[in-house]
């Protein structure tokens, strides 16, 4: 039985890493921006988290929507700051050695969207303690873990 549910774990990080790299690279290079409907919200407001907004930049805050919906749950939370920094939070169903592989995936997506920049990307835990960092750096095409 555990075996099952490891698997069907690891199989769900696998789909989603998939997923992300498809969607990225058949996107076109952009991420359309949804029009503002609504004012933004106030800090000290009585709002469901769900309603907090996902970037400092309609763009940014298009892209972290994404990243969340197309998570398949492995994603509780994202937020894309000034176009060159995305913080995710992690759900418990990804499992440590998952975690990289992961994040690498959310960089080149990142990157995609927003180029010509070198971009962070902040892995946090479900009880959002920093767990890892990832850097892309545009000069070398690399990526780096810390």
Known sequence: ?????????????CV???????????SGGAVAQAPRTTAPPAIGRDLAYAELERGNTPTGETFGNWV?????????DAYVRDNNKLGVVISSQ????EVRPLAKSLVQGFHKNFPNQDLKVL????????????????????VKYS
């Open 68 to 76: 969340v919906q197309t998570s398949r749950g492995l994603v509780k």
């Open 1 to 13: 039985m555990v075996l099952l549910q490891q698997s069907r774990k690891i199989l769900a990080t």
């Open 123 to 142: 892995v946090y835990g479900p009880d959002k303690q920093l767990i890892l960092t990832t850097q892309y750096d545009t000069q070398t095409n690399q």
């Open 16 to 26: 989603l890493v998939l997923v992300l790299m498809i969607t990225t690279a058949c």
């Open 94 to 97: 990804v499992r440590p050695n």
